[in-house]
């Protein structure tokens, strides 16, 4: 069967957050992402900030991010109805800002998202969004993969950033392997 990427429905911003100042990537220009597919799934994959969604016209595109986490979530078996991917950031970046404190005031709009869905599993893809989530700058994907980690009474797996991924070709077969172990822990 020939791998086909697709474009997931966008999970809408809730009213009370889409105005949100607090962290300045408002002065970006981009508008606040809240995450993509299935907030009801038992699987959130957090990665560090949306990426580019549409085209120059405005079209609405599958990245090659999306396609890698895709092509890898099929070919682990695990139904895209069970997948809602999000971010720490909840705005695409366009220029320098002060990560640490970013990210530490984004983490709360992630925290909400988790207590009103509460996922049986959470895949942090790339170091940003270990590090992040777990509130540890020392922490490496290369350290943490291929297990099951407790953190915050959740049950988090992490792999390679899909980007690092198109880059480093080689990683593929350790993101798949990762995947596969996702669906072991899923379908158990």
Not at 12 to 40: A, F, S
Not at 113 to 121: R, S, V
Request: glycine share 6%.
């Amino acid at each position: 069967m020939e791998f086909k990427s697709v474009i997931l429905k966008e999970d809408p911003t809730p009213k009370e957050v889409e105005d949100c100042q607090k962290c300045g990537l408002y002065k970006h220009g981009n508008r606040m992402i809240w995450g993509e597919g299935n907030p009801n799934g038992d699987i959130y994959v957090i990665l560090d900030n949306p990426g580019a969604r549409e085209d120059r016209d405005g079209n609405p595109f599958v990245c090659g991010t999306r396609q890698t986490l895709q092509q890898a979530i099929q070919e682990a078996d695990i139904p895209l109805e069970q997948i809602y991917v999000t971010y720490i950031l909840k705005r695409r970046p366009a220029r320098a800002y002060e990560k640490l404190c970013t990210r530490r005031i984004c983490m709360e709009h992630l925290k909400y998202q988790l207590q009103e869905h509460t996922p049986n599993l959470i895949v942090c893809l790339g170091n940003v969004a270990l590090q992040a989530f777990c509130q540890d700058d020392e922490m490496t994907v290369k350290s943490w993969r291929q297990r099951w980690h407790e953190v915050d009474g959740y049950s988090l797996a992490t792999s390679y950033h899909p980007l690092a991924i198109r880059r480093n070709k080689h990683l593929y077969s350790y993101f798949l392997e990762d995947w596969k172990m996702v669906f072991n822990k899923w379908n158990g």
